[in-house]
T-cell receptor
Framework: SQQGEEDPQALSIQEGENATMNCSYK?????LQWYRQNSGRGLVHLIL?????REKHSGRLRVTLDTSKKSSSLLITASRAADTASYFC???????????FGKGTKLSVIP | GAVVSQHPSRVICKSGTSVKIECRSL??????MFWYRQFPKQSLMLMAT?????????EQGVEKDKFLINHASLTLSTLTVTSAHPEDSSFYIC??????????????FGQGTRLTVV
């Protein structure tokens, strides 16, 4: 299985601080994606990083990918209370059209 | 971005009855849709891949007679939980990719359906 494993499972920070979440996976990938899920809702795509990329930015989000360590990190800078949600990484293999999700990190940003 | 709409958002049914959940791609055609199940505070587990005009592909351990999937058009896939039991209570989510964006791109998710079987 190439299911990702996020850590930490839960993270609580003050508004304005940075939040870092990590994801590890087991097999080779075509890309890794990060999604956000508000409680009881569907998932929203945040960012996609391909296997030949090392870093990607989107607004306050910064994603890194280390294929040698089979790991990725998601950094949210200057966090806001509205960032409170669960964050999942998902991997997609070269020969697959499916996404395999990690267990997620529950982020709480305290105003 | 593309929109995937899922209905209903919540459903409560009696044990032994069947429940149908719809997943629609609103502004694109999806030959493939995916159905996931999510237990409280856990990750998404892929149940099946829905293929337009052909049989769905089920993941290991998912009962195809229990979870009937129909993908009769390029914009609609349905998941029917047959003879539902309390252990089927869960959060079900569908997703699809917009083929116009090419392969290996982001997935668009429905809002999810909270099923409670009493």
């Amino acid at each position: 299985s190439q299911q990702g494993e996020e850590d930490p499972q839960a993270l609580s920070i003050q508004e304005g601080e940075n939040a870092t979440m990590n994801c590890s996976y087991k097999t080779s990938i075509n890309n890794l994606q990060w999604y956000r899920q508000n409680s009881g809702r569907g998932l929203v795509h945040l960012i996609l990083i391909r296997s030949n990329e090392r870093e990607k930015h989107s607004g306050r989000l910064r994603v890194t990918l280390d294929t040698s360590k089979k790991s990725s990190s998601l950094l949210i800078t200057a966090s806001r209370a509205a960032d409170t949600a669960s964050y999942f990484c998902a991997t997609e293999g070269a020969g697959s059209y499916q996404l395999t999700f990690g267990k997620g990190t529950k982020l709480s940003v305290i105003p | 971005g593309a929109v995937v709409s899922q209905h209903p958002s919540r459903v409560i049914c009696k044990s032994g009855t069947s429940v149908k959940i719809e997943c629609r791609s609103l502004d694109f055609q999806a030959t493939t849709m995916f159905w996931y199940r999510q237990f409280p505070k856990q990750s998404l587990m892929l149940m099946a891949t829905s293929n337009e005009g052909s049989k769905a592909t089920y993941e290991q351990g998912v009962e195809k007679d229990k979870f009937l999937i129909n993908h009769a058009s390029l914009t609609l896939s349905t998941l029917t939980v047959t003879s539902a039991h309390p252990e089927d209570s869960s959060f079900y989510i569908c997703s699809a990719r917009d083929p116009r964006q090419g392969k290996f791109t982001e997935a668009f998710f429905g809002q999810g359906t909270r099923l409670t079987v009493v």
